[in-house]
């Protein structure tokens, strides 16, 4: 087991599925995703787990990590996929073909959910 999997292995023990923390939420992305013609990406999403918040501060940033947060840039392999949600902004950080980060912004309905089962401590 290389250290990236240990670590994973790690966080796994503190980490939520998004499924079960945001249900609503889980089923919107699926769903955008679904529209965006991203079915590899859409199907990942029953299994994603929250690693990690972003911890910038701002009261309209909702991001959340699916995969450990890197040391810096993302690197080779990385893409973004901009969804169009309803309500605010949300962003995929892709990196392969996995879903590594979910940028959401101005959703405080996310928001207000994820203080509560994983607040942020700055």
Not at 92 to 103: F, H, N, R, S, Y
Request: with cysteine; charged share 25%; aromatic share 4%.
């Amino acid at each position: 087991m290389n250290l990236l999997e240990h670590q994973m292995d790690l966080q796994r023990e503190k980490t939520l599925l998004l499924a079960d923390v945001l249900p609503a939420f889980a089923a919107e992305l699926r769903q955008l995703l679904t529209e965006e013609g991203e079915s590899e990406l859409a199907a990942q999403v029953p299994g994603l787990m929250i690693f990690d918040r972003c911890r910038c501060g701002d009261d309209f940033c909702a991001t959340f990590y699916t995969q450990p947060k890197p040391d810096g840039a993302y690197g080779p392999g990385h893409r973004n996929v901009p969804l169009t949600p309803d309500e605010g902004m949300v962003i995929l950080d892709v990196v392969g073909a996995e879903i590594a980060c979910v940028e959401v912004l101005n959703r405080n309905d996310v928001r207000q959910e994820l203080d509560a089962v994983h607040p942020i401590s700055l």
